[in-house]
């Protein structure tokens, strides 16, 4: 694309009615994608003004990584010169969320667009329903290439059948956890073993293939790493990096914590909570090196002027916040994600930060805006376009946090809000509801609920609630 | 060796080990409310140390103190799992803040129950061993290595290290999860 050309649609403010009518067009081009998906092939398909053709889209998830555990966000020791890289390149989040902070309601979340209530994947034990599409079947519907590489981690009896898929490599061991080492895979419905030892090169050679192969069409790749899930297992080479590093836990915490909370065994079993912490951002920096192994492949070749790179992760990692291990619940630590999307016709102004709160339901409206397809209706995320085109776009007000109960993690089902300023859930069991101020009490550790200012507050925070499950947007 | 009463020979050596692994617990959750977090560190170590020696190998307290005093076999083993149940049972009684009673009862039965019974069976079989030498050695008429007590040692060690050793243990775990979803599905519906 000339500087002429992206000069103009830098400057051209986009209308309601040009929105219409790149859904108008997105919808006509959708309708004749689905008709005739052969007779796309790699024509012309200019839907959105943004890219000089359909560009690729590259999407990186990892696993538990919190925002704060990264280089551009300062952590004192872990590194991560990739993920920098594309932050100064694009834009990242300052208020990235997950809605569920629990790994496969979150996936399919990212996949679909939707809540958990509405795609139904509602916790770990639950494989992938169908009952709402992929971004990634509407993409191959418009004319896509599409590859998925990576833990899938909806454990059903075995992997969902894909077809809209053109590559789809995975794993389905341990409940389609996988594991760092010597992980079998599954390559298109087919047993293979891993060409490399450590899983997380693995895959990043495989998708490496994936973009490297001779396509026609603009392709979309989904990449998904385990890293860091736990046993937070860093590449040979860079075990023991943070070794002599100081760890320094959030108050209330020790090295006994475990994954669960209070266990005495979990502690011994796995090591102290100090070690944990290290190993946790070394297979963080393992993973980055894997994203700059990826990056610098597409960078060095002629995909790099019309490739999307989007990188976030599942949902956070509590490490200690609440005196908690792990995920699931609704505390900052938890529902934080990192979110940097390269992208460099789109974003005027690289490098800097976007304080719009955006959700993993936000994704595939991204996407979809971003490859010209029409967004349905009913998706309940939203495109963020708008927002990286112009950090001056005013986001959501407000979103819908929930979480199943999943065993054994001892966590009740519960249903929430966020607002910029509040969080306030509800529990089905155990738990009376909490309410945090998150400017003057950004910890969370004083339960307004049941004081004066939580009776004013509490009536509006669940009409909003009620408001968003119903599909409203606040 | 005299038989001593039942409170001697069962319940206090119970009794000891349960109000260790009952401070430990206390101190242990309580010692980070103290906001210093030097002594809280200091505590922590020292009771969450205590707390999983005292449920983890009680047994090696309990079971010679039983066996001394004269407690039969069924006596010994029996004290020696009560303070473990006790654990196991609080454990259960927390699922229960979040799920339904007999997925509570289900947790009783994960990897690391399992694991600390095998530990305990370990446990209890070479002490035993060790027990019988040293009245051996003091002219008891009495066999050292019987076919159970050598069985019950190999067998729960065994468990112990090829459990872990499948998968660092993620396998026994992902196996019970499996169970899990036989009995329950994904748990999401089940009413309390």
Known sequence: ?474 | MKKQRFSRRFFSPVFLIFVIMSISWGVYNLAWRLGNVTVHHLLADIFGTLLFLSVTFGTCVVYPMAFLRGASLPERVLASLVNPLIWATKECIRMFGAFSLTESLYYYCNPLNIWLLLGIIAQMSIIEMILRHRRKKAGENIRVFSIPVVAAFVISMALVVGLYAWGRGENIFSSYLVFYKTLFGPGVGLSY
């Open chain 1, 1 to 474: 694309m000339s500087d002429k050309k992206k000069n103009q649609i830098m400057s051209h403010p986009v209308t309601r009615r040009d929105m219409l009518k790149t859904m108008a067009t997105g919808s006509a081009a959708g309708f004749f994608g689905m008709a005739l998906p052969g007779a796309l092939g790699g024509a012309p398909f200019s839907a959105l003004p943004l890219a000089p053709k359909r560009p690729n889209i590259v999407f990186i998830l990892s696993d538990n990584c919190r925002p704060d555990f990264m280089g551009f966000t300062v952590h004192p020791f872990i590194k991560t010169p990739a993920i920098d890289g594309l932050a100064a390149q694009g834009v990242s989040f300052d208020n990235a969320f997950c809605t569920t902070s629990l790994c496969s309601p979150s996936r399919a979340s990212f996949l679909t667009g939707d809540y958990a209530h509405t795609h139904g994947v509602l916790n770990n034990h639950m494989p992938w329903t169908g009952q709402r599409k992929m971004f990634l079947e509407r993409l191959k519907q418009a004319g896509y290439d599409t590859g998925f590489v990576g833990k899938f981690h909806m454990p059903g009896n075995g992997l969902p059948d894909l077809p809209f898929l053109d590559t789809f490599v995975s794993f389905d061991i341990k409940e389609n956890q996988g594991q760092y080492f010597d992980c079998p895979l599954i390559v298109d419905g087919k047993p293979e073993a891993s060409r490399k030892e450590y899983l997380i090169e693995e895959l990043t050679d495989r998708a490496i293939d994936f973009i490297g192969q001779d396509h026609e069409n603009p392709f979309c790749l989904y990449l998904s790493y385990k890293t860091a899930h736990f046993p937070f297992l860093p590449p040979k080479d860079l075990a023991g990096i943070y070794a002599n590093e100081k760890v320094d836990l959030p108050p209330g915490a020790d090295s006994w914590l475990g994954r669960t909370n209070g266990n005495v065994f979990e502690g011994t079993m796995v090591g102290s909570l100090d070690a944990l912490y290290r190993r946790y951002g070394e297979a963080i920096t393992g993973m980055d090196r894997e994203i700059g192994r990826l990056i610098k492949k597409i960078d060095s070749s002629p995909l790099a002027d019309n490739t999307v790179v989007i990188y976030a992760s599942d949902n956070g990692y509590m490490w200690g916040e609440h005196r908690i291990i792990g995920i699931n619940w609704h505390y900052e630590e938890s529902i934080r994600i990192p979110f940097v999307v390269r992208c460099p016709w789109l974003i005027p102004d690289p490098g800097t930060r976007r304080s719009q709160m955006m959700l993993n339901i936000d994704l595939a409206p991204t996407v979809l805006e971003m490859a010209g397809v029409p967004v349905p209706a009913d998706v309940d995320g939203q495109s963020a376009v708008p927002i990286l085109r112009d950090g001056g776009t005013p986001g959501r007000s407000a979103w819908f946090y929930e979480y199943y109960k999943y065993f054994p993690e001892n966590v009740p089902t519960m249903q929430g809000v966020r607002t910029r300023t509040r969080m306030y859930v509800e529990f089905e069991k155990g738990m009376r509801p909490q309410l945090f101020d998150l400017v003057r009490d950004p910890g969370e550790h004083v339960n307004l609920f049941g004081t004066a200012e939580g009776d004013r507050l509490v009536p509006g925070l669940k009409a909003m609630m009620k408001d968003l499950k119903a599909g409203k947007r606040l």
